[in-house]
């Protein structure tokens, strides 16, 4: 590596992180970022209002969920700007025709195991008395809230692609 760092703009070497860096820096999926805060807060903030909680404890926990919104986003970002794998791949899967929708029935049920993995610790707590039933729906509203966000920047980067 060595030399000076401060020669060259992120990105203008071959090196594979610098340029992935640029690209999540320089991503048009950024002005997605208050979107995905307003949903967040907004779902939240009636969700737990509708609950007979007070505005106070209501803005709190939807301030975290926009919060946590915002961070999916912008993992989902960095997850959507990683390197492609070799066209070569591609154009022999996508003329078979069966590859694609094999890829949406993987990627379903990547999602599903995703949520039942958040989710379980919550409807476990409900189940027990731990936790009212509010604060379990709030808690996976949350949860499921931020796994969206966080697949929305992939989603509309692979729309483009394959419009191209």
């Not at 860096?21 to 807060?41: D, I, K, T």
């Amino acid at each position: 590596m060595g030399g000076n760092l401060w020669k060259k703009w992120p990105g203008e070497s071959d090196e594979p992180g610098r340029n992935r860096f640029q690209a999540f820096v320089y991503s048009h999926l950024w002005p997605g970022m208050f979107p995905s805060f307003l949903v967040g807060f907004v779902v939240m903030f009636l969700v737990c209002y509708w609950g007979d909680l007070s505005i106070e404890k209501a803005s709190d926990k939807a301030l975290l969920s926009g919060a946590l919104c915002v961070l999916g986003y912008a993992i989902g970002i960095w997850a959507a700007v990683a390197p492609d794998k070799d066209d070569e791949k591609d154009e022999v899967e996508a003329s078979t025709g069966k590859a694609g929708w094999i890829n949406k029935v993987k990627i379903a049920a990547c999602c599903l195991v995703l949520v039942g993995i958040f989710a379980y610790p919550s409807i476990d707590q409900i189940f027990n008395g731990e936790q009212t039933l509010l604060d379990g729906c709030v808690e996976l509203t949350g949860k499921c809230l931020m796994i969206v966000c966080l697949l929305v920047p992939v989603y509309i980067r692979l729309k483009r692609k394959s419009r191209r």
